[in-house]
């Protein structure tokens, strides 16, 4: 072996010269894709949403002095559907159907001058009836074509017979003869033996005026102030329509708790059974403020709708209906309706979640009232106060009609029956 000559290196592995290359073959493109990542982020912002193009687009269009021209958002997107809705997003699809299809078709007959068409005013305890008929004949769910209709509104008004001092019994005949020359003019009752036809009326001598057309009660639906079985009311059928005091005397209540010092408060005449013993056993007690009457008005004005600002529950017996305008006026001055009802049919309760911003107890519990209102933990007194704020829109009515108040709860509940009806 010659010392002078060096002996060759032995073969590098194939494959570690592949392992190398791949190893070099991936810094480098990894090395690539940041310095692209990078240069791409400083260079570029990420593209606006489609719908702030848009907005933006409108404003730069639309002058400054034109801001009242940009387009409204969807008010069904921004809307609270709570827990006070039995199904809150039920209501909020069906709502959206109700305003978009929903119509009825009013029978023109009658003098306005007399009975028919036209409410006697918007003011009172019986103004409901009245909203209701100018709402419906002014509002988008009108149609002049029958065959369009989803429902067909009988426009007599028991409040104006009332009001010219017809007698109950002239009343029965006046609505029996007044239905059946609509049946006889126009096919659309037989179609259905009136199942889709209405009739409103809030005085209970309305309700029975009714009776002497017994069709009308047991087919047509009655949108009634007094929801009582022993007038025939039918609740998978009828309407409870709510009895609204309107105008309300002062502005609404709510978010006022620490202003409510007083347990409960309740001040009527006694005209029914529970009316009579919640007066005896409660008219002395320290805690409640029970009056055996009205509050005069030589103590003071406005003291019996200022004392529902400062109580917290305000017990609403039946008087001689089971319905009354206390519930609404308690929820309208934020003070908490107590319901002292053994059957009351409640204002949109297939809707509203009563028990979230109310107290709901029977007769019999009338002698354990101030106990069960005392246990409620102020916790839950806190949530019934903050649902009953959420509600207060749909106890009132406005004209024109505002969304969501008394008159399109009305119609909601209208709504919900013409799915029933089988041509």
């Not at 209709?149 to 006046?174: D, Q």
């Not at 009579?276 to 007690?285: P, S, T």
């Not at 029970?290 to 109580?311: C, D, H, M, P, V």
């Not at 649902?387 to 108040?405: A, E, G, R, T």
Request: proline share 7%.
């Amino acid at each position: 072996m010659s010392l002078g000559k060096l002996s060759p290196a032995p073969p590098s592995s194939p494959m570690f010269s592949l392992r190398g290359s791949l190893i070099t073959l991936a810094f480098f493109t990894l090395l690539s894709l940041a310095y692209f990542s990078v240069n791409f982020s400083v260079s570029s912002a990420p593209p606006p949403p489609v719908s702030a193009t848009v907005n933006n687009a409108v404003r730069q269009q639309t002058a400054p002095g034109d801001l009242n021209q940009l387009p409204e958002e969807n008010e069904n997107e921004n809307e609270e559907f709570s827990d006070i809705y039995h199904s809150p997003e039920v209501f909020r699809l069906n709502y959206a159907e109700m305003e978009r299809k929903f119509k009825v078709y009013i029978y023109p007959d009658g003098d306005p001058k007399t009975f028919y068409q036209t409410p006697r005013k918007l003011t009172g305890k019986y103004s409901s009836e009245g909203y209701f008929f100018q709402n419906i004949r002014e509002g988008r769910f009108r149609t002049e074509d029958p065959d369009q209709a989803h429902l067909f509104f009988i426009p007599i008004s028991c409040h104006k017979m009332r009001g010219k001092g017809t007698s109950y019994e002239n009343m029965t005949i006046i609505v029996q003869n007044y239905v059946e020359s609509l049946i006889a003019k126009y096919p659309y009752w037989n179609r259905t033996l009136g199942a889709d036809h209405f009739f409103v009326t809030c005085h209970d001598v309305g309700v029975r005026a009714t009776e002497g057309l017994p069709l009308l009660v047991k087919n047509s639906i009655r949108v009634v102030c007094s929801p009582s079985y022993d007038v025939g009311f039918i609740p998978h059928k009828d309407v409870a329509l709510p009895q609204v005091l309107q105008p309300f005397a002062l502005p609404a209540g709510g978010n006022d708790v620490e202003n409510r010092t007083t347990l409960g408060f309740w001040a009527g005449h006694r005209n029914s059974k529970i009316r009579v013993i919640l007066a005896r056993v409660w008219e002395n007690d320290t805690e409640l403020y029970i009056l055996n009457n009205r509050i005069s008005r030589a103590e003071g004005n406005l003291l019996y709708q200022k004392k529902f600002y400062t109580t917290k529950f305000c017990i609403c017996p039946g008087g001689s209906q089971v319905n009354s305008a206390r519930p609404t006026d308690s929820i309208h001055y934020g003070c908490i309706p107590v319901i002292l009802s053994n059957y009351y049919d409640l204002p949109f309760n297939d809707i509203l979640d009563w028990r979230k911003f109310a107290v709901i107890l029977t007769e019999k519990d009338v002698f354990q009232l101030k106990h069960i209102l005392k246990a409620i933990p102020y916790s839950d007194f806190l949530t019934l106060h903050k649902n009953l704020v959420k509600v207060q829109k749909h106890f009132q009515w406005n004209s024109p009609p505002i969304k969501y108040d008394a008159f399109h709860m009305v119609m909601y509940d209208l709504w919900l029956r013409h799915h029933v009806i089988k041509y």
